[in-house]
């Protein structure tokens, strides 16, 4: 039996966050019209860019390493605010994906969620269809978008 867990995320973790985008989003820079060598300085620009923007919009985020078995395998990036908690960033590596990881992860926050009685909201790109269909799995729903993203929600019963 596999032990998911997950644990702050530390200095020493960059190297592996770095690896998880690139192999996440790096399929977007695919085709970009570059060097491999421009490709790699495009997609590590954009893992600061990330990082910076979730941390300054974020201050009080709670930044995780996901681990399945002791090994790291996503992060887990939560805001717990006054009226929500909010879903920052969630990434499993793709050689790990559809196995339940992400669905476990969500859960636990849902019932974290539905203790406080808070709603968990979130933001997912318009262009990433996967990470749609996974949320509303999980009975998130939209409830607003815009040209980029889908503004999503979930509640449980017991908030309502």
């Known amino acids: ?34 060097t491999p060598a421009q490709r790699e300085h495009l997609i590590r620009m954009q893992f600061r860019a990330q990082m910076s923007a979730y941390t ?7 930044y995780h390493v996901v681990l399945l078995d002791s090994k790291p395998v996503g992060r887990l990036w939560v805001a717990p605010q006054n009226d929500e908690l909010h879903l920052v960033d969630i990434a499993v590596h793709p050689s790990l994906q559809r196995k339940g990881i992400g669905t476990v992860l969500i859960r636990r926050l849902q019932e974290e969620a539905a203790k406080a009685r808070l709603p968990i909201r979130c933001c997912v ?20 978008e815009d040209q980029l993203h889908y503004y999503m929600e979930w509640r449980s019963v017991a908030i309502f």
């Open 56 to 62: 300054y919009s974020y201050p009080n985020s709670c």
């Open 1 to 34: 039996m596999s032990t998911l867990a997950v644990r702050p995320a530390l200095p020493q973790d960059e190297i592996f966050l770095y690896d998880l985008y690139s192999a996440v989003r790096g399929p977007e820079f695919a085709l970009a019209p570059v």
């Open 125 to 144: 790109f318009r262009f990433n269809p996967g990470s749609l269909i996974f949320h509303q799995r999980l009975g998130f729903t939209i409830v607003r």
